[in-house]
C-alpha cells in the first residue's frame, strides 16, 4: 500500500487522519459473511481490521512499530465513531466496537475530513499581533541628522556652538532615535531569536501555520534559559506549582530502585503502587505537559523524527520545549528522567505481567504528555512515537541549546550597537546605509568521507597558493626565496613537483647520496704561514 511522509506544515493531524483513512478504505480487505442466518456482502470484522490496520501503522514511516495492538483497538473506536466505519445494520456513533467477529462495513460518504482554509486577514476589530522588534519601523533605521549637523556647524565659534548646544537641547526625534533597549525589547529578542531558528529547522515558510504566537510568552523562555540547577532541570520560584513532595518522593523511589528511603514501607507489589500512583497524578493534571497550544507544533516536529534527521529533530524538541511554562518543562524533565532509568533498571520488578519495562513506560506516560483537545484525532500513536524518542535523547532534548544563548546574547549586544547613529558620507537627505542585520542559518551535515575529500582540497589549494606567493613576492630576497622554496620542496613533494615538473624529475635523480672527499673531512690544525 502507497504511503508517504507527511512533511510539517499546516493541520497536520488533520493530514495524518486523512492519510490513515485513505489507506485503510482503500487497502482493508472486504468479503462476504453470514451472521444471524443472513449474508452480508462486502463486510469485515472487528478482529480483521485490527489485525490489518496494526499490520499497517507499524510499517507506516509516520508512525513506526511502537503501536499496539490496544491502540489500534481505539483508532477504530475513533473511526466508528467519527463514521468511518459503521456496522452491517448502519449504526455509528454511540455503538462500541470490540477485539472480536462483530461485522462492519464503510459507509458511502467520504470520511476524510476538510482541511481547514487559511483565516482571514483580521480587521481593525479583532486582536492585533503584537509587533516584533523587526517590525517596528524606524527602530534600525537612523537619520543622518549629526553629520547635516556638523556641516551647518562648521565655521562657528567653538564657544558660540556650546552655547547653542546648551539652549537648543535635543529634539524629540533625536532621543527617540538614541533610546536604550528596554526589558521589553529584550524579551522580544528572546522570543524573534528562538523562532527564527524553529522556523528554519521545521522547513516551513511561517510558524503562523503550525502555531498561534499569541500563546508564546518570551519571559518562558528567558526563565527555562537561565533557570536551571546544575542538572539542568528548570527551577521555579513559585513552589506551588511544583511537583507535591510526596510525588517527588515516588519518583525518586522509582528511578533509585532498589536504592530507596528505608523509612518507606516495602512489600511485595509496592513499586507497582508507587508506580499507579506517580500516573495517577500526572493524568489528573488539567492539561498534558506539552499543552493544548503547543499540540500542532509538535505534531508538526514529528515529520522530522527520521533515522537520517535525529540531530535535527533534537534541535527541533530542544526549542519547542523551551516555549513551555517553566512548571511544565520541569514536570517534563523529571518524568522523562525517571522513565529513561525505570527502563535502563535491570534490577527493577516488572511492573506489568505482561508487557516489558520499556513499552509499559512509553504507553502510560504518552497521554499525560501529548493528547489533543478534540478526540478525533491520532494523538494516541503519535504521543507514543514522541514519548519514546524523548524517552531515549531525554538529556539532548531537555538541556539548553548553547548556540541559541550566544545567538540571543549577540544579537542583544548589536542591538545596542546601533542606536547610536552612523555618520556614512555625505547627506543626500535619505536613511544612511546602517550595518545589516545578522542572519543565521545551519549548515547541512556530510558524511566523514565528504569531510575528508573536502578537506584534502582546501589544504592543497591553500599551499598552491602559498607556493605561489613565495614566487611572486617582490619584498622576499633571492636568498631568502630560494630558501623558503627548498624548505617547501622538502615538506610538500607532491606540489613542487606538480609546479615545477622538471625539478621533480630532477630531484628523484639527484636523491643518490655522494660520497664527500675524504680530505674535506680532516680537520686543519696548521696556519698558512706552516
Given at each position: 500500500?502507497?504511503?508517504?511522509?507527511?512533511?510539517?506544515?499546516?493541520y497536520?493531524?488533520?493530514?495524518?487522519?486523512?492519510?490513515?483513512?485513505?489507506?485503510f478504505?482503500a487497502?482493508m480487505?472486504?468479503r462476504?459473511?453470514?451472521?444471524?442466518?443472513r449474508?452480508?456482502?462486502?463486510?469485515?470484522?472487528?478482529?480483521?481490521a485490527?489485525?490489518?490496520?496494526?499490520?499497517?501503522?507499524q510499517?507506516?514511516?509516520?508512525?513506526?512499530?511502537?503501536?499496539?495492538?490496544q491502540?489500534?483497538?481505539q483508532?477504530?473506536?475513533?473511526?466508528?465513531?467519527?463514521?468511518?466505519?459503521?456496522?452491517?445494520?448502519?449504526?455509528?456513533g454511540?455503538?462500541?466496537l470490540?477485539?472480536?467477529?462483530?461485522?462492519?462495513?464503510?459507509?458511502?460518504?467520504?470520511p476524510?475530513k476538510?482541511?481547514?482554509?487559511?483565516?482571514?486577514a483580521?480587521?481593525?476589530?479583532?486582536?492585533?499581533?503584537?509587533?516584533?522588534l523587526?517590525?517596528?519601523?524606524?527602530f534600525?533605521?537612523?537619520?543622518?541628522?549629526?553629520?547635516?549637523?556638523?556641516?551647518?556647524?562648521?565655521?562657528?565659534d567653538?564657544a558660540?556652538?556650546?552655547l547653542?548646544?546648551?539652549?537648543?537641547?535635543?529634539?524629540?526625534?533625536?532621543?527617540?532615535?538614541?533610546?536604550?533597549?528596554?526589558?521589553?525589547?529584550?524579551?522580544?529578542?528572546?522570543?524573534?531569536v528562538?523562532?527564527?531558528?524553529?522556523?528554519?529547522?521545521?522547513g516551513?515558510?511561517?510558524?503562523?501555520?503550525?502555531?498561534?504566537q499569541?500563546h508564546?510568552?518570551?519571559?518562558?523562555?528567558?526563565?527555562?534559559?537561565?533557570?536551571?540547577?546544575?542538572?539542568?532541570?528548570?527551577?521555579?520560584?513559585?513552589?506551588?506549582?511544583?511537583?507535591?513532595?510526596?510525588?517527588?518522593?515516588?519518583?525518586?523511589?522509582?528511578?533509585?530502585?532498589?536504592?530507596?528511603?528505608?523509612?518507606?514501607?516495602?512489600?511485595?507489589?509496592?513499586?507497582?503502587?508507587v508506580f499507579?500512583?506517580?500516573?495517577?497524578?500526572?493524568?489528573?493534571?488539567?492539561?498534558?505537559?506539552?499543552?493544548?497550544?503547543l499540540?500542532e507544533l509538535?505534531?508538526?516536529?514529528?515529520?522530522?523524527?527520521?533515522?537520517?534527521?535525529e540531530?535535527?529533530a533534537?534541535?527541533?524538541?530542544?526549542?519547542?520545549?523551551?516555549?513551555?511554562?517553566p512548571?511544565?518543562?520541569?514536570?517534563?524533565?523529571?518524568?522523562?528522567?525517571?522513565?529513561?532509568?525505570?527502563?535502563?533498571?535491570?534490577?527493577?520488578?516488572?511492573?506489568?505481567?505482561?508487557?516489558g519495562?520499556?513499552?509499559?513506560?512509553v504507553?502510560?506516560?504518552?497521554?499525560?504528555?501529548?493528547?489533543?483537545?478534540?478526540?478525533?484525532d491520532?494523538?494516541?500513536l503519535?504521543?507514543?512515537?514522541?514519548?519514546?524518542?524523548?524517552?531515549?535523547?531525554q538529556?539532548?532534548?531537555l538541556?539548553v541549546?548553547?548556540?541559541?544563548?550566544?545567538?540571543?546574547?549577540?544579537h542583544i549586544h548589536?542591538?545596542r550597537?546601533?542606536?547610536?547613529?552612523?555618520?556614512?558620507?555625505?547627506?543626500?537627505g535619505?536613511?544612511?546605509v546602517?550595518?545589516?542585520?545578522?542572519?543565521?542559518?545551519?549548515?547541512k551535515?556530510?558524511?566523514?568521507?565528504?569531510?575528508e575529500?573536502?578537506k584534502?582540497?582546501?589544504?592543497?589549494k591553500?599551499m598552491?597558493?602559498?607556493?605561489?606567493?613565495?614566487?611572486?613576492d617582490?619584498?622576499?630576497?633571492?636568498?631568502?626565496?630560494?630558501?623558503?622554496?627548498?624548505?617547501?620542496q622538502?615538506?610538500?613533494?607532491?606540489?613542487?613537483?606538480?609546479?615545477?615538473?622538471?625539478?621533480g624529475?630532477?630531484?628523484?635523480?639527484?636523491?643518490?647520496?655522494?660520497?664527500?672527499?675524504?680530505?674535506?673531512?680532516?680537520?686543519?690544525?696548521?696556519?698558512?704561514r706552516?
Amino acid at each position: 500500500m502507497d504511503s508517504h511522509i507527511i512533511t510539517p506544515g499546516p493541520y497536520r493531524a488533520t493530514k495524518l487522519w486523512n492519510e490513515v483513512t485513505r489507506l485503510f478504505r482503500a487497502g482493508m480487505p472486504v468479503r462476504k459473511h453470514r451472521q444471524n442466518f443472513r449474508h452480508h456482502a462486502s463486510c469485515f470484522t472487528a478482529a480483521a481490521a485490527v489485525d490489518w490496520l496494526h499490520q499497517l501503522l507499524q510499517s507506516n514511516s509516520n508512525f513506526g512499530p511502537e503501536v499496539t495492538r490496544q491502540q489500534t483497538l481505539q483508532l477504530l473506536k475513533k473511526f466508528l465513531k467519527n463514521h468511518v466505519i459503521e456496522d452491517v445494520k448502519g449504526r455509528w456513533g454511540t455503538e462500541d466496537l470490540e477485539d472480536n467477529h462483530m461485522l462492519f462495513r464503510f459507509p458511502s460518504a467520504s470520511p476524510l475530513k476538510p482541511i481547514p482554509c487559511p483565516a482571514p486577514a483580521p480587521d481593525s476589530r479583532s486582536i492585533k499581533k503584537r509587533p516584533s522588534l523587526r517590525d517596528r519601523e524606524g527602530f534600525f533605521r537612523l537619520r543622518n541628522f549629526k553629520k547635516q549637523e556638523k556641516d551647518s556647524m562648521e565655521n562657528v565659534d567653538p564657544a558660540l556652538q556650546t552655547l547653542q548646544d546648551e539652549s537648543n537641547p535635543p529634539t524629540e526625534e533625536q532621543q527617540h532615535q538614541r533610546r536604550e533597549l528596554t526589558l521589553e525589547d529584550e524579551q522580544e529578542i528572546w522570543r524573534d531569536v528562538t523562532l527564527t531558528h524553529l522556523q528554519r529547522i521545521l522547513g516551513v515558510s511561517s510558524l503562523d501555520e503550525v502555531l498561534d504566537q499569541r500563546h508564546i510568552n518570551p519571559q518562558n523562555i528567558i526563565h527555562n534559559m537561565t533557570n536551571v540547577n546544575k542538572h539542568g532541570v528548570v527551577t521555579l520560584e513559585d513552589k506551588s506549582n511544583d511537583l507535591p513532595h510526596w510525588v517527588l518522593s515516588a519518583m525518586k523511589s522509582l528511578a533509585n530502585w532498589p536504592k530507596y528511603d528505608s523509612d518507606q514501607p516495602s512489600y511485595p507489589g509496592f513499586e507497582r503502587d508507587v508506580f499507579k500512583t506517580v500516573s495517577d497524578y500526572f493524568y489528573s493534571l488539567p492539561q498534558p505537559l506539552l499543552t493544548y497550544e503547543l499540540y500542532e507544533l509538535f505534531i508538526n516536529v514529528l515529520g522530522v523524527l527520521q533515522p537520517q534527521c535525529e540531530r535535527v529533530a533534537i534541535e527541533a524538541l530542544q526549542l519547542c520545549t523551551l516555549l513551555l511554562p517553566p512548571a511544565s518543562r520541569r514536570k517534563l524533565q523529571l518524568l522523562m528522567r525517571m522513565a529513561s532509568r525505570i527502563s535502563q533498571n535491570v534490577d527493577m520488578p516488572r511492573l506489568h505481567p505482561a508487557i516489558g519495562t520499556r513499552t509499559l513506560m512509553v504507553h502510560t506516560f504518552s497521554g499525560c504528555v501529548l493528547s489533543s483537545a478534540e478526540d478525533c484525532d491520532l494523538d494516541e500513536l503519535l504521543a507514543t512515537r514522541l514519548v519514546s524518542f524523548l524517552m531515549d535523547h531525554q538529556q539532548s532534548v531537555l538541556s539548553v541549546p548553547e548556540y541559541l544563548r550566544s545567538a540571543i546574547r549577540d544579537h542583544i549586544h548589536y542591538l545596542r550597537a546601533v542606536q547610536v547613529p552612523v555618520d556614512t558620507g555625505p547627506s543626500d537627505g535619505a536613511d544612511p546605509v546602517c550595518v545589516p542585520m545578522p542572519m543565521y542559518a545551519f549548515c547541512k551535515q556530510i558524511s566523514g568521507a565528504e569531510f575528508e575529500q573536502q578537506k584534502a582540497e582546501s589544504s592543497q589549494k591553500a599551499m598552491e597558493e602559498l607556493l605561489e606567493i613565495l614566487l611572486t613576492d617582490r619584498n622576499l630576497t633571492e636568498k631568502d626565496r630560494r630558501k623558503k622554496l627548498k624548505q617547501f620542496q622538502r615538506q610538500y613533494p607532491d606540489i613542487y613537483s606538480r609546479r615545477f615538473p622538471s625539478c621533480g624529475q630532477q630531484s628523484k635523480t639527484d636523491s643518490k647520496p655522494k660520497i664527500k672527499p675524504p680530505l674535506l673531512n680532516i680537520k686543519k690544525t696548521f696556519s698558512i704561514r706552516n
